[in-house]
């Protein structure tokens, strides 16, 4: 059975539980300047890079990965936010980048198998993909709107290498995550299109967008339903969101996706709203009970935690939807819809 066949039969069954973020797990280990490096020989400061501990300290990134399996997630993502061309420049680590996205890729790859192995349960291997810090859609110059720093072009392959190096680590899907430009997700698209002609072979797709305020707009300005009829075109395994704010005030805009999308709904809030200080500290029941309505009102298919979210976060999610029903999948709306900021049918 192919992973795309595997996820279905598994996400028909129950809903699935997706971990949550290496960040958080990675600063609770309190690693020195020199442990982000290891061995690599970069000389740049690399504190905070955390992309690059898959390579420099796996055993670190070994034991985050089971503690969510543990937990009880179904659907594990690599650890490659950030670990694209661009936002690795900043670290003078681009050279690195196929190796830290095979070395993650590894890692989860392992574990997942690791654990099938004992129990038999199906796990996934989700190859994550960061919006890297560029915009396609916005000028970062406020005196010349029409600027950009990369071409449509450039970020396609800059996502079509970080995407080969996943596939090759191991993962089972492409989840593009965080998505705040949809040009930018498109451009994601097409990499990984490409890649499927290459490579002659299916690789499933996920898409989970972010919204900047609670209007329910990402950063490119598009509306959570406008954004799905920009990328239906896909025929994403999912969809979803992610980050954002906390499972309280994501509530509505996981209602409104889930009532259109002809797809698997994927939701991965942050554990609640950051405090004064920018941390996060929404208790784990709390998120799970949130996160757990959600899944009652027959709303998701597959749930986790973004920031703030940690193992014990995880495991209160993963008590919440145990034994509940997934959500049914829509029929599909064969009604024209175009979508620019916001969603226009035309009426037959």
Known sequence: MDKRAEFKAAADKRVLVKDGPYGTEIQAAKLAAQDYA???????????????????????????????????????????????????????????VREIN???????????????????????????VGPTNKTLSLSPDVEDPGFREVTYDEIVDVYREQCVALLEGGADFILVETVFDTLNCKAAIMAVKQL???????????????????????????????????????????????CSFG????????QLLSAIADTYLLAY?????????????EAPETTAGLVGKWAQNGRVNVVGGCCGSTPAHIAAIARAVEGVTPRAIPDRDHTMTL??????????
């Open 38 to 96: 290891g061995s690599t020989g970069l000389t740049q400061d690399q504190k905070g890079n955390n992309d690059l501990v898959n390579l420099s300290q796996p055993a670190v990134i070994r034991r985050i990965c089971d503690s969510y399996i543990a937990a009880g997630a179904h659907v594990l993502a690599t650890n490659t936010f950030n670990a694209n061309r661009i936002s690795q420049a900043d670290y003078g680590a681009e050279h690195l």
């Open 102 to 128: 095979s070395a993650a890729a590894r890692i989860i790859r392992r574990a997942v198998d690791d654990a099938m192995a004992r129990d038999g349960i199906p796990r996934f291997v989700a190859g994550a």
């Open 196 to 242: 499927e002609r290459e490579l002659a072979r299916d690789i499933p797709l996920m898409i989970s967008l972010t919204l900047t305020d609670l209007s329910g707009r990402n950063l490119s300005g598009h509306t959570v339903e406008a954004f799905w009829h920009s990328v239906r075109h896909a025929r994403p395994l999912a969809i979803g969101l992610n």
């Open 247 to 254: 499972a309280e005030q994501l509530r509505p805009h996981v």
């Open 269 to 281: 809030p942050n554990a609640g709203l950051p405090n004064e200080l920018g941390e996060y500290d």
């Open 339 to 348: 979508a620019g900021l916001e969603p226009f049918t035309i009426a037959a």
